[in-house]
């Protein structure tokens, strides 16, 4: 019923910049919450950036002042622009998005495939 579906990552220097995209389709009403999450190998899944649906934006502590998370509601997109890239970014980044289905109501968890972010020294 619902998918999203990010783009964007790749390999990149340190120093460097990516912007990850993730667009969400399919039976939606709305979508309070939408974010990325990491995974580094050996390393559990981590929040890196989440932006409620009016614009409130919460950042982890190692991407603050670095990354910077956005949405166009309109099209039920998020976009994370990653400047100054460090080694220690590398991991698979996750789009989520909490959302509202139409016509049942029901609130749920979803998760994009992950794209890879890799970072050179």
């Known amino acids: 019923q619902v998918q999203l579906v990010e783009s964007g990552g790749g390999l990149v220097q340190a120093g460097g910049s990516l912007r990850l995209s993730c667009a969400a389709s399919?039976?939606?009403?709305?979508?309070?919450?939408m974010g990325w999450y990491r995974q580094a190998p050996g390393n559990q899944r981590e929040q890196v950036a989440t932006?409620?649906?009016?614009?409130?934006?919460n950042y982890a502590d190692s991407v603050k002042a670095r990354f910077t998370i956005s949405r166009d509601n309109a099209k039920n997109t998020v976009y994370l622009q990653m400047n100054s890239l460090k080694p220690e970014d590398t991991a698979v980044y996750y789009c989520?998005?909490?959302?509202?289905?139409?016509?049942?109501?029901?609130?749920?968890?979803?998760w994009g495939q992950g794209t890879q972010v890799t970072v050179s020294s």
């Open positions: 989520h998005a909490n959302i509202i289905l139409r016509g049942t109501w029901r609130r749920g968890d979803y």
């Open positions: 399919g039976n939606i009403f709305s979508i309070p919450v």
């Open positions: 932006m409620l649906s009016g614009g409130s934006a």
